[in-house]
């Protein structure tokens, strides 16, 4: 603050003083003038002939300023949010993607915030939308659906260091919505109805192969006791009864029919 101060010059001290003298002499009537305040989430960037007073912003509370010499800019110290406009991509796989997101920063340093740049929030709005542009130009189709959380980060580290020399402070990034071209919608689809198909006859014939091979091993214990088969049949017919119906069966034996077969 005495580095700023000193920089002010003689001429500068000479302006200070009568300012200060003439605010003194109408001391009534400057109280309105000089007495500033600002809220709890605001502080007051004081600029001395051009000059910032010091390297601390004033607030919250009760401040004063020196009339036609002094001014002061309020800074809002609340996190904001931003929806980012819905961004055409081409992605490393030559697909064009439209993805929007929103940003949520609050600012750090207001010094660095008035000082460094002339539209803080502006400012950080066209650079979250080159971000995202950028870190999806280097994601695959696959990538930008399913790892939208690695993404985000990778936003947020990129543009929180960015922003870091204007005082902003990057909270959070996240991806709201990725859309597709109705095109490519049907072909993922058309895509993922023959996987799913093609799943299905896998775990079809997966099935037939092992009711053949339970119906192997029953056949097996079928020949080795002969009255088993006549047990099942016993078995089939009370399972028909229950069902009231009038369907009659006439269990005939295997035998008969083997002798049959072999005239």
């Known amino acids: 603050a005495g580095e700023n101060n000193g920089g002010?010059?003689?001429?500068?001290?000479?302006?200070?003083?009568?300012?200060?003298?003439?605010?003194?002499l109408i001391f009534p009537i400057s109280i309105f003038i000089s007495i500033k305040i600002?809220?709890?989430?605001?502080?007051?960037?004081?600029?001395?002939?051009?000059?910032?007073?010091?390297?601390?912003?004033?607030?919250?509370?009760?401040?004063?300023?020196?009339?036609?010499?002094?001014?002061?800019?309020?800074?809002?110290l609340r996190t904001?949010?931003?929806?980012?406009?819905p961004q055409e991509i081409l992605t490393k796989d030559s697909v064009t993607v439209s993805v929007d997101g929103v940003v949520y920063f609050r600012v750090n340093d207001p010094v660095a915030s008035?000082?460094?740049?002339?539209?803080?929030?502006?400012?950080?709005?066209?650079?979250?939308?080159?971000?995202?542009?950028n870190v999806l130009g280097t994601k695959n189709l696959s990538e930008v659906l399913s790892d939208r959380e690695v993404i985000s980060q990778s936003m947020q580290m990129t543009l929180d260091e960015a922003t870091d020399s204007w005082g902003i402070k990057v909270e959070r990034v996240e991806?709201?919505?990725?859309?597709?071209?109705?095109?490519?919608?049907?072909?993922?689809?058309?895509?993922?109805?023959?996987?799913?198909?093609a799943?299905?006859?896998?775990?079809?014939?997966?099935?037939?192969?092992?009711?053949?091979?339970?119906?192997?091993?029953?056949?097996?214990?079928?020949?080795?006791?002969?009255s088993a088969l006549q047990l099942r049949y016993l078995q089939t017919l009370n399972t028909i009864a229950a069902e009231k119906n009038s369907t009659i069966i006439f269990p005939l034996p295997m035998d008969v029919i083997s002798h049959f077969m072999k005239k």
């Not at 014939?205 to 020949?223: D, P, T």
Request: glycine content about 4%; some cysteine; charged content about 25%.
């Open 114 to 133: 008035v000082a460094n740049v002339s539209n803080a929030d502006y400012s950080t709005r066209l650079l979250a939308q080159t971000t995202l542009r």
């Open 175 to 197: 991806i709201k919505d990725v859309k597709l071209p109705q095109q490519l919608q049907r072909a993922m689809a058309a895509e993922a109805e023959a996987a799913r198909e």
């Open 38 to 76: 600002v809220k709890e989430y605001e502080r007051a960037v004081i600029f001395r002939l051009g000059r910032i007073t010091a390297r601390k912003a004033k607030g919250p509370g009760i401040f004063f300023i020196i009339p036609c010499t002094d001014s002061f800019v309020k800074v809002d």
């Open 80 to 85: 904001i949010s931003f929806d980012i406009p």
């Open 8 to 24: 002010l010059g003689c001429c500068g001290w000479i302006l200070v003083i009568i300012s200060a003298f003439f605010s003194i």
């Open 199 to 226: 799943r299905a006859k896998v775990i079809a014939a997966e099935g037939e192969m092992n009711a053949s091979r339970a119906l192997k091993e029953a056949s097996l214990v079928i020949a080795e006791s002969p």
